[in-house]
């Protein structure tokens, strides 16, 4: 239990959610990892919102579901994000996954975003899906949070916001000048 313990630890620190080590890693103690999280089963494929709610993931969605999100950016978002489209490419064994994509569906909950406008997909640890949904989107990292109007792609999140999930999202729906943590990769 123990050497199992101590690869995941390091697998995790070298590899996060990404394909190559994330720049900057935080240290993850025995105690933030339990037998419980280990089994949890991977999801894959398009999933309704409540499939990351429910248990046996409910315990990291309602903990990182909590974020507070600055009440002036959201005025704007909310107007900005009209007609907008949101897919997620997450996965549901990733701690920035399991940090990020419950603060976003609470930023998007507090501006009564309509729920039908987001796709949310979970994807493998290789960052594929069975049926291929990820095929030419360049899914490297998750979470990846994609905006969309229309057909076209305004502009990604990629595993953690710049500046915070509000006024990331309001940069690339406005049309400002966005770039994501591993744009110049």
């Given at each position: 239990m123990k050497s199992t313990l101590l690869i995941l630890l390091v697998s995790t620190l070298l590899f996060a959610c990404g394909?190559?080590?994330?720049q900057e890693t935080e240290a993850?103690?025995?105690?933030?990892?339990s037998s419980e999280e280990e089994k949890l089963p991977i999801l894959l494929g398009k999933q309704e919102i409540t499939a990351?709610?429910?248990a046996p993931y409910s315990s990291w969605f309602m903990e990182n579901y909590k974020y507070s999100p600055n009440q002036k950016v959201?005025?704007?978002l909310k107007e900005a994000l009209e007609g907008k489209k949101i897919t997620i490419f997450m996965g549901t064994w990733c701690s920035d996954s399991q940090l990020q994509v419950p603060a976003l569906l609470s930023v998007l909950d507090?501006?009564?975003y309509d729920n039908s406008n987001i796709t949310l997909i979970?994807?493998?640890e290789d960052k594929d899906t069975p049926e291929n949904l990820e095929e030419g989107l360049n899914i490297q990292y998750v979470p990846t949070i994609i905006l969309y109007d229309g057909e076209s792609e305004m502009g990604r999140i990629v595993e953690y916001p710049v500046?915070?999930?509000e006024?990331?999202?309001?940069a690339i729906a406005t049309g400002k000048e966005y770039k994501h943590s591993y744009a110049d990769e």
């Open positions: 394909n190559e080590k994330k993850i103690t025995e105690t933030e990892v990351i709610k429910s959201l005025g704007s507090a501006i009564k979970t994807m493998s500046e915070s999930l006024a990331d999202l309001l």
